[in-house]
C-alpha cells in the first residue's frame, strides 16, 4: 500500500469535540483497510481565505496532517465520506512516496571543468536557439567579398 499524506482543516471546536472527529476520522480510514503512521496537529490558524461550508462562514480552523498506508482504490470513498463531515472544511490526499535517487557511478566527468562536462553541454545544446534572424541578401557577384563596403 502506498503511503498518502492527508491535510485536514476542521471548523474550531472544543477539545473534546475535536478528540471525537479525530478519531472518526482515524476509524474510517482503518474501516477503508488503512494504516495510521502519525498524526500532527499544527493547532488553530487563521485561514488565508473566508471559506464557507455548510453555510457557516469560517475564519480560523485546526490543522492536521495525518500520514496514513492506503488502497489506491479506497480514496474516493474516504473523500466522499470527508465531504459529509460537517466538522472537516477542507481536505487533501497528496501521495508521500519519495522518489528513488540515483547517484552516477563515476565522479569523474563532474571533477572535470564545466566546459568540458558532458551533461553540461547537453544542457547548453538543449537550451540553445535557433537564431532569429538569418542572412536573406545572397550577393550573387562571384567574389569573396562585398565590393561596394567601403
Not at 45 to 72: A, Q, W
Not at 112 to 133: Q, Y
Amino acid at each position: 500500500m502506498p503511503t498518502y499524506e492527508l491535510t485536514l482543516i476542521m471548523r474550531k471546536m472544543a477539545r473534546p469535540q475535536m478528540v471525537e472527529s479525530l478519531k472518526r476520522v482515524g476509524q474510517h480510514l482503518y474501516d477503508t483497510g488503512g494504516f495510521i503512521r502519525k498524526v500532527e496537529s499544527h493547532g488553530v490558524r487563521k485561514l488565508p481565505n473566508i471559506k464557507v461550508r455548510d453555510g457557516e462562514k469560517h475564519n480560523e480552523g485546526l490543522y492536521f496532517m495525518v500520514n496514513c498506508d492506503l488502497k489506491t482504490n479506497s480514496i474516493p470513498t474516504i473523500m466522499d465520506e470527508y465531504n459529509r463531515d460537517k466538522d472537516i472544511i477542507q481536505k487533501y490526499i497528496i501521495a508521500a512516496d519519495e522518489p528513488v535517487v540515483s547517484c552516477p557511478q563515476n565522479y569523474d566527468d563532474e571533477l572535470l571543468p564545466p566546459a568540458e562536462r558532458p551533461s553540461v553541454n547537453e544542457l547548453i545544446k538543449t537550451g540553445r536557439r535557433p537564431p532569429k534572424f538569418r542572412k536573406v541578401w545572397k550577393d550573387k557577384t562571384g567574389l569573396d567579398y562585398y565590393p561596394f563596403h567601403r
